[in-house]
């Protein structure tokens, strides 16, 4: 069993950045994929960004060039880097770890308000 915990929401204004992270409480080494999702109110929950095991990355179209997503395996810590912030980025952000179909597991989301 992992448990996840994001941290480093927050209120910012537009423009601004904020550092995401979350914390798993067991290895993620093994962990096949990483991912960020947020939900907005009213919209369906959508991916923002998602790192494999290898490194390789892949972006949400809306946050590419201003979004990074990292991992640090020794820290059991995955990270996403927001810069550049609007409005429409103003969503409850999910980390996700996928180990195999059995084993996937979501944080409790941390608020991000992106507002003047």
């Known amino acids: 069993q992992v448990r996840l915990v994001e941290s480093g929401g927050g209120l910012v204004q537009p423009g601004g950045s904020l550092r995401l992270s979350c914390a798993a409480s067991?290895?993620?080494?093994?962990?096949?994929?990483m991912s960020w999702y947020r939900q907005a109110p009213g919209k369906e929950r959508e991916l923002v960004a998602r790192i494999a095991s290898g490194g390789s990355t892949i972006y949400g179209d809306s946050v590419k060039g201003r979004f990074t997503i990292s991992r640090d395996n020794a820290k059991n810590t995955m990270y996403l880097q927001m810069n550049s912030l609007n409005p429409e980025d103003t969503a409850v952000y999910y980390c996700y770890f996928f180990f195999s179909y059995t084993s996937q597991y979501w944080g409790q989301g941390t608020q991000v308000t992106v507002s003047s």
């Open positions: 067991g290895s993620i080494f093994s962990s096949k994929t």
